[in-house]
């Protein structure tokens, strides 16, 4: 996977396989987004066997497997997006820490519109959260569980989501890299079982102007390695959440536009951030407020494994291994500084002007892609979970792309004042 979050391929026959996990396969990364310059790209693709899955499409067999990225030397390369999460669960684990994340992954399954240049829900499709409506949309979403099941990727749940022909996909709680290494596969096989079917699968952010974007809201959990115990429980306090928790979600409050850039990184992200549609606006955080940017799902007193710390930022545009590293970078960063965690705020926050966030001492989320990179830029714990690197590659890229999407005149341009002017 590209710093973009782009999966790349390339396709070797069966009997190779044995000389690619001894000696690897060579390819030239100057060709990738974000990975090396002209004089630098001879990089080689070692497979992680533990990422290998066999599947079969029309009687023919095929296996995929995930690699990691080396230099000639044997060296880990800085900019593969896998080794910056690995070298962030490496730093949690020399702390005494494993980190587990859980996703609810929304998307939305269209009608390709020919005729009218875009994309449509389903022409059936007028359901809504939770509803369980008798369509091919539904008939898809079973096949796709189906299909991650032979992957062996774990639904816990699926089910429809507020704006028609959205939906939601809810992912068993997992090692994050693992995690990562599932959502790559997962997005892939969302789209080729939807394409199958005549349907349009997409992760944008916000494709349907007012309607609900799609967010993938990320639980996480600290875990020690031998014990298998949640570090995030402490059953005598309010909430459940031990010191190291609560240092936990202080720290990510701390770096939150900064890690805006890297878990919503697209300019369409930024539409998702608006009142009303159940996405962050504020940095907050709250138990039962859905509007705060993390929140902590209720537990009974004695459930220690439920524990967990909602973040709800991300959307499934972003890099997983990149997003995964830098949540997981800002929250150790807080347990690091003992960072205290201010007050929760359970009001619903879509209804605060500034000045009554100023009052409860409450920041605002970046209102756009670029007001995002320029707190990342100056982020120091940022910069540590991405690499010098990759952050300058990211942030380059990205920068690109905020030019160009400034330069464009858009249809509601057009529509206010063409005529009127």
Not at 96 to 120: Q, S, T
Not at 312 to 317: E, L, Q, T
């Amino acid at each position: 996977m590209d710093v973009l979050g782009t999966v790349k391929s390339i396709t070797i026959p069966a009997q190779r396989l044995p000389h690619a996990v001894r000696s690897g396969e060579w390819f030239d990364g100057s060709s990738v987004e974000g990975f090396a310059r002209i004089f630098e790209s001879d990089m080689f693709l070692r497979p992680d066997l533990d990422t290998l899955t066999i599947g079969e499409a029309d009687g023919v067999k095929s296996a995929q497997v995930i690699c990691d990225l080396l230099t000639p030397d044997g060296e880990r390369f800085a900019g593969d997006p896998r080794g910056v999460l690995a070298r962030a669960l490496a730093d949690a684990g020399a702390l005494g820490f494993d980190y587990a994340v859980a996703m609810e992954l929304e998307f939305f399954l269209l009608n390709p519109d020919p005729a009218g240049g875009g994309v449509r829900p389903g022409r059936h499709d007028r359901a809504s959260y939770f509803d369980h409506p008798v369509d091919v949309a539904s008939e898809v979403r079973q096949e796709i569980v189906e299909a991650l099941d032979r992957l062996g990727i774990t639904i816990d749940a699926s089910h429809h989501e507020v704006a028609a022909g959205q939906y939601e996909l809810d992912l068993a709680l997992s090692n994050a890299l693992k995690s990562a290494d599932q959502l790559v596969t997962l997005k892939h096989a969302v789209k080729a079982v939807a394409q199958r079917r005549g349907l349009l699968a997409t992760f944008m952010p916000k494709p349907i102007f007012g309607a609900a974007g799609s967010g993938m809201h990320t639980h996480q959990v600290l875990t020690d390695p031998g014990k298998e115990t949640n570090a995030f429980y402490d059953r005598a306090d309010q909430y459940h959440l031990s010191s190291v928790a609560k240092h936990f979600i202080a720290g990510q409050l701390a770096h939150a536009r900064a890690l805006c850039a890297v878990v919503a990184p697209l300019v369409n992200s930024y539409k998702r951030f608006v009142p009303g549609f159940e996405a962050p606006v504020a940095i907050s955080w709250a138990q039962m407020n859905r509007s705060a940017l993390i929140r902590v799902p209720r537990a009974g007193s004695s459930d220690r494994a439920a524990i967990r710390i909602e973040f709800r930022a991300p959307d499934p545009s972003c890099n997983p291994y990149l997003a995964f590293a830098a949540m997981l970078h800002a929250g150790l960063s807080g347990i690091g500084q003992k960072l205290p965690l201010p007050p929760p705020v359970e009001e619903n926050l879509y209804a605060f002007d500034p000045e009554r966030l100023a009052r409860h001492q409450l920041g605002q989320l970046p209102g756009s892609l670029a007001e995002a990179l320029k707190d990342l830029r100056q982020d120091e714990v940022m910069r540590d979970a991405l690499g010098v690197h990759l952050l300058e590659r990211f942030i380059e890229t990205k920068e690109m792309e905020w030019q160009s999407y400034e330069k464009q005149v858009s249809a509601w341009e057009l529509d206010a004042y063409l005529e009127t002017y």
